[in-house]
């Protein structure tokens, strides 16, 4: 049973650029969370989704980022026109329905330069 | 705000110690949870202690919840130069499901 699977692993992107983040829960796994680290820091949270629906986007900024899971394929983390202070390391993580648990890939660090 | 807290900052030990990490909260609480990063990694969901629990043992860990106080501690005993890592305790507040996580311990252990 595969985990969490997050790709890339690693993107460098210039200022101004767009970058896409893909998450695949794990098999049966409806929940997904997106969480920010920055160097030297804990996990911040960012948004909550599920299928097709957006629960709590309440750690989202309100510009140049946006979340989607589609019914079909990944959760894509969207962040456009990035600037230097996005530079962090993106994690996605996901939960069975009912469970609190939440388990977590191995995630994506963007470097933008 | 930050939900959790952890002490120490950082911890150095030796192989065989025991090493105690301590994490604060400020409001009520489902669960608390405590995760591992390895540098560089992603998390592993070490144990979960609900509200209603004081204590829980895994293996070579012991997680305990006071909830007067808003704190937990997790312990690992007879630690191992593989225990080197760095521990959050996370929490979800009531009717959401978000976790908040705690700044870290990073603890080395030297064999």
């Known amino acids: 049973n595969a985990g969490v699977m997050q790709n890339p692993r690693h993107l460098v992107r210039r200022r101004g650029q767009e970058a896409r983040l893909r998450c695949s829960p794990m098999?049966?796994?409806?929940?997904v969370y997106w969480y920010r680290q920055l160097p030297e820091e804990g996990l911040k949270f960012m948004v909550y989704?599920?299928?097709?629906?957006?629960?709590?986007e309440s750690g989202m900024p309100k510009e140049r980022f946006s979340a989607e899971f589609p019914k079909e394929g990944p959760s894509i983390l969207r962040i456009q026109q990035v600037v230097r202070g996005d530079s962090a390391a993106y994690f996605c993580?996901?939960?069975?329905?009912?469970?609190?648990?939440?388990?977590f890939g191995p995630g994506t660090r963007l470097t933008v330069t | 705000s930050q939900q959790g807290e952890e002490d120490p900052q950082a911890l150095s030990i030796q192989e065989g110690e025991n090493a105690t990490m301590n994490c604060s909260y400020k409001?009520?609480?489902?669960?608390l949870q405590w995760y591992r990063q390895n540098s560089g990694r992603g998390l592993v969901h070490l144990i979960l202690?609900?509200?209603?629990?004081r204590e829980k043992h895994s293996g070579r860990l012991r997680v305990t919840l006071d909830t007067s106080k808003k704190s937990s501690s997790l312990l690992i005993t007879a630690s191992r130069a593989a225990d080197t890592a760095s521990y959050f305790c996370?929490?979800?507040?009531?009717?959401?499901?978000?976790?908040?996580f705690g700044t870290g311990t990073r603890l080395q252990v030297f064999p």
């Open positions: 993580a996901s939960s069975p329905r009912g469970r609190r648990e939440q388990y």
């Open positions: 098999k049966g796994h409806s929940h």
């Open positions: 989704l599920q299928k097709e629906n957006i629960i709590d």
């Open positions: 409001t009520s609480i489902n669960n």
């Open positions: 202690i609900r509200s209603n629990e």
């Open positions: 996370a929490t979800d507040a009531r009717n959401t499901d978000k976790l908040i």
